[in-house]
T-cell receptor
């Protein structure tokens, strides 16, 4: 099946620092989705990227889809304590949503 | 509009017992999924369904069974519970469309 790897597994940052997580696939993806899971909560959909080289922004969050559609990144500018949680990418096909292991972000105030 | 509803929220089972985790969605979504999430870990797909009457195995199906008799419901059955099945279980659904909606989860402990 499709393999989606996320790095890093953990990231500890000082509040105000930037944060980036990467999602890499061994095969070309038709699309990729990003989710956020707050501690003790359930995953919540953030965004989907479909086009090669696509870049989308949501306030301080910037999402990119690689030109070859095999990798993606999520960048958070000037992290806040509200950004704490685990960020997952999902590159599976519709009927078989496989998630990466996620990147757990902690933010020190 | 309730979205995806999972019951129960918490459950403690003894080794060898059985139980059914309930999942219902009221969004008329075709696709439904069951995941387990071990402490500090990612989401592992157990089973999924692309419509009523159709189910298929995910990454970690052993020890579980599912059925999908209606579009709304997708129960997950644990037979002969084992400590390795201690986890948080999430049910999710999608239209098809990009956004998967998750339930609040069921925290299961097998002792």
């Amino acid at each position: 099946g499709q393999q989606v790897m996320q790095i890093p597994q953990y990231q500890h940052v000082q509040e105000g620092e930037d944060f980036t997580t990467y999602c890499n696939s061994s095969t070309t993806l038709s699309n990729i989705q990003w989710y956020k899971q707050r501690p003790g909560g359930h995953p919540v959909f953030l965004i989907q990227l479909v086009k090669s080289g696509e870049v989308k922004k949501q306030k301080r969050l910037t999402f990119q889809f690689g030109e070859a559609k095999k990798n993606s990144s999520l960048h958070i500018t000037a992290t806040q304590t509200t950004d704490v949680g685990t960020y997952f990418c999902n590159g599976g096909s519709q009927g078989n949503l496989i998630f990466g292991k996620g990147t757990k972000l902690s933010v020190k105030p | 509009n309730a979205g995806v509803t999972q019951t129960p929220k918490f459950r403690i089972l003894k080794i060898g017992q059985s139980m059914t985790l309930q999942c219902a969605q009221d969004m008329n979504h075709n696709y439904m999924y069951w995941y387990r999430q071990d402490p500090g870990m990612g989401l592992k797909l157990i089973y999924y369904s692309v419509g009523a009457g159709i189910t298929d195995k995910g990454e970690v199906p052993n020890g579980y069974n599912v059925s999908r008799s209606t579009t709304e419901d997708f129960p997950l059955r644990l037979e002969l519970a084992a400590p390795s099945q201690t986890s948080v279980y999430f049910c999710a659904s999608t239209l098809p469309g990009p956004e998967a909606f998750f339930g609040q989860g069921t925290r299961l402990t097998v002792v």
